[in-house]
């Protein structure tokens, strides 16, 4: 999977073949600037509630590197950006 990161600083996560699709960039999840009822909401921004779409469909090697990206999330109230995608 392909990590982006929005012009607002936001990670965003897309799969490749969604990507490619009709010059889309294929988002399944993204840190949302939704701010929740948490006492570290504003100091971490885009850490209170992730955006998911739901017109994909994932194969399970797919869901256990969604799993790693949303785990790695919840430890660290970000999502992990890969520069060198």
């Known amino acids: 999977m392909k990590t982006i ?18 010059g889309t960039e294929g ?16 100091s971490n921004p885009g850490s209170s509630y992730l ?15 969604l799993i790693d990206h949303l785990q790695y999330w919840l430890d660290n109230k970000r999502l992990k950006y890969n520069e060198e995608n």
């Open 5 to 22: 990161k929005t012009p607002r600083g936001f990670i965003r996560i897309a799969h490749p073949i969604y990507t490619a699709k009709e």
């Open 51 to 65: 955006w998911v779409d739901g017109d994909y469909h994932l194969n399970r090697e797919e869901v256990k590197e």
């Open 27 to 42: 988002i399944l999840i993204q840190e949302s600037s939704a701010v929740g009822d948490y006492e570290d909401a504003i």
